[in-house]
């Protein structure tokens, strides 16, 4: 058995032990993201979806045992949102089950954290890129800058979906607006976007917005950008043949 195998146990036994308490409310959320932390690439699909099934089970257990913990309750929702979105992208629901979930739990936790509430209408902006509806996705964004200016992670990605959605129509200049607000933070992988770089990607997505506008100065300058900041990312060699192209033509 793993240690996170012994650990689940253990919570397992302490929930099972103590139903009614605080600490079986924080062990279910616990208890939670220890599967989610059991999954991995040694296992197999089915056995990394077990993992999840189970960590959405003791999720949902925090909302049916403890509704009058509210700010627990949207906190253990959030992650089963996030579970609901990963089932469609793996084709064992719908977008529309899933954006369904998601807006239920926005009405129903009016109260929760503002970054909470920002992650559950990301999810809806992502959906609606996922559905090719650049305009929703653009507006749940812009909504998203709007409402919560102060939750960084949540702001950041939404400039990057924003930033997209305005490539999808064509709208490069606003989309340039988005990527230089990513770019003038400096987020990092750090961030926790997914295991990406949103940095990296809108100075990349910056040079193909200036080349559609035909702006190639300003090309070169997000070209030069990526190589003096990640010289050993695979990107520079794009970059320095870009940057060899636009040179070579002045």
């Avoid at 993201?33 to 197999?44: D, E, F, G």
């Avoid at 913990?69 to 089932?87: N, P, Q, S, V």
């Avoid at 999810?123 to 964004?141: C, K, P, V, Y």
């Amino acid at each position: 058995m793993s240690g996170g195998d012994s650990a689940i146990r253990e919570l397992d036994e302490l929930v099972t032990r103590y139903p009614k308490t605080d600490a079986a409310c924080l062990g279910l959320i616990n208890l939670g993201l220890l599967h989610i932390a059991q999954v991995c690439k040694q296992n197999t699909d089915e056995q990394n979806w077990q993992r999840k099934e189970e960590a959405d089970a003791a999720f949902r257990r925090v909302a049916e045992a403890f509704p009058n913990k509210r700010d627990l309750c949207a906190k253990a929702e959030m992650y089963r949102a996030g579970i609901a979105f990963e089932r469609v992208l793996a084709h064992r629901s719908t977008w529309e089950i899933a954006s369904e979930q998601i807006q239920g739990l926005l009405n129903s936790y009016a109260d929760a954290p503002g970054g909470i509430k920002a992650r559950w209408e990301i999810m809806l902006a992502e959906i609606a890129m996922e559905n090719s509806d650049a305009s929703t996705a653009l507006q749940r964004a812009e909504d998203i800058l709007k409402s919560y200016p102060d939750c960084k992670l949540e702001v950041g990605w939404s400039h990057y979906i924003a930033g997209n959605a305005c490539e999808s129509k064509e709208d490069y200049a606003t989309a340039l607006t988005h990527y230089s607000a990513i770019i003038d933070a400096k987020y990092t992988e750090a961030d926790n976007f997914a295991n990406r770089d949103i940095t990296l990607y809108s100075l990349r997505r910056s040079a193909d917005c200036y080349s559609k506008l035909g702006q190639s100065d300003k090309e070169l300058e997000a070209w030069l950008a990526i190589i003096e900041r990640y010289p050993d990312d695979p990107v520079v060699e794009i970059a320095r043949a870009s940057v060899a192209r636009l040179q070579g033509g002045k």
